[in-house]
């Protein structure tokens, strides 16, 4: 190669590396895990009320709240995390301890290889529960997909399970009996749909793909893995299911009429189904809810779980905790101080708001946040009410919950009051985030890469230099 020549690759790529070093941030926006206390401490041999737990090559992130046994384990659909479940988790009277965690490959949390299935979930969930060391017996509650996640769970490990809820369950053979139920495919068709067609082709056959959600889920072969599921025997079970005159599908493109009535009245048949997988089943009727139960009707779910834990422990020799002794408490929390404090992350500051709380009952359950202004570069907001933790000791002296923020550039402003479990509210005070645009990084490899490349060009410089003279 010429000295020319070489001068050429080696500005090429020092340029190469440079834009690089000049482009946007590393990483997209950084979801930050709701959370509602301070930062905890690695799992122990006692399990940590939230943490991270490595499952084999990866952390999941969990929560719990409440102690004692059984154990209530919140199992979100497909693409959904702890979150979700923040209504139920601080519904129950906390004698029990309820956990949620977030799956491998849902936006911000640890990446895991795909395809995935049903199996690798359930695996990766024993994992967490075997290594945050959060005991059993368990009692399974899964929403959507995560039903057919919870299930495959109880077919692996039976003598772990005391119970499943499912609520709205999907079923292994919807994608394909809801598909059979469309009009024939034509040219014109509405995108409602048209819509349901692509997303029930999905729930046949994924191939891994991240069309309806990131975590590259293989439904062809998760749904052969509940079919291929051994008998629960009497295993109690609990199907909870959306109301027959709740006209609302997931909140898709609206479909004609008939379709939509026939789409409702196959899935109804469904649930039944999954009724009849224990002989020891019962099957519960949301009023007025659609697919969303654990946010429009929790409640169903909260007394569904309470009642298996009863039954559990009464087989366990076991006296239930009195819960009405705790509804019946009226101390009304009382927000003492608002702490800011941030840290930067990949090139994006989080704020966290730290709210120094007391409740003298002890039972504060939740941090209920409300938006009431914000700008977020044309995106709407929704506020996300955050699960509290920390006992009961802990809130009679003085306990923090936490909301964070991270999204860069932009301002919110929410307003937050302490809930308890009677449904008592602290008085509201304002939490105003802004946060500027994300920094650039530049990588210290980068920049040492870049010092050696400038390092050689002066040197193939002066090369050339002496070669000409000579």
Known sequence: MSTKSLLLLMWVTILTMLMAACS????????????????????????????????????????????????????????????????????????YRVCSYDRANIPGNDKAPKPRTYLDITRDLHALLVNAHIGGPYILVGHSGGGMMARVFADQYPNEVAGLVLVDSAHPEMGARLLASLPPKSTFE???????????????DSHGSSYRDQEGLDTRVSNAQVKAAKPLGDIPLVVISRSPNNPNMEDRNPLPAKTNASLRQIWQEMQKELAGWSTNSTQI?????????????????????RKLVNETRSQMGEAMSDANQIQAARHTPVILRVVERTETEAGYLIVHKDIHFKDMSGDANLVANKVISYDLNGYSPYA??????????????EAIATVSWSNPASTIVFEARIRDQAGNLSEPVSLSFSTPPAQKNISPLLIIGIAAGLFLLTGAAWRLARTRRD
């Open 190 to 204: 509405p995108k409602g749909i048209k819509t349901w067609r692509t997303w029930l082709n999905w729930m046949v």
């Open 24 to 95: 946007s941030p590393i990483s997209t926006a950084l979801p930050v895990t709701p959370t509602a206390s301070a930062p905890s401490s690695e799992p122990t041999p006692t399990p940590s009320p939230r943490g991270k737990a490595d499952v084999g090559g990866y952390e999941l992130f969990y929560q719990c709240v409440g102690e004692g046994t059984p154990t209530v384990i919140l199992e979100a659909g497909q693409g959904s995390g702890s979150g979700y479940w923040a209504q139920v988790q601080s519904g129950g009277d906390r004698s």
């Open 384 to 397: 996300n009410n955050d699960v509290i933790i920390e006992s009961g000791d802990q809130q009679r002296d």
């Open 285 to 305: 009727i949301a009023a007025k809810a659609g697919h969303d139960i654990p946010t429009e009707e929790p409640e169903l779910i909260i007394e569904a779980v």
